[in-house]
């Protein structure tokens, strides 16, 4: 069974690869889900101050990977890999913010 991710471009040369295991998933989905498992975690602790309770934090949180995404499919603008990660990491982080403030517990 393969899991499927709809929105990864599940290129090998783009995913995290350690110790000659290539991950499913690139460097940005993979860092989406560790910025959404770090912010929960964050807001458990109550570590998040002011981005708990603030949608513009998350929204703003979401532009770069949002732009760099857009820059690679409509412009055809390569990204790096640390680029991706660094964007998928705030994305993750961004909506989780998002969701917090819709959603509280």
């Not at 857009?70 to 961004?94: D, E, W």
Request: proline letters at 6%; aromatic letters at 8%.
């Amino acid at each position: 069974m393969r899991l499927v991710f709809p929105i990864c471009n599940k290129k090998p040369e783009c995913a995290p690869n350690i110790m000659g295991h290539t991950f499913l998933l690139c460097w940005r989905c993979s860092m989406v889900i560790v910025g959404i498992i770090v912010t929960l975690i964050a807001i458990q602790l109550k570590q998040t101050f002011i981005l708990q309770k603030n949608i513009i934090w998350g929204i703003t949180l979401m532009f770069p990977m949002i732009i760099d995404g857009n820059l690679q499919y409509l412009k055809g603008i390569p990204s790096t890999n640390l680029r991706r990660a660094m964007t998928g990491f705030l994305f993750g982080v961004g909506v989780t913010i998002i969701i917090n403030v819709i959603m509280p517990k």
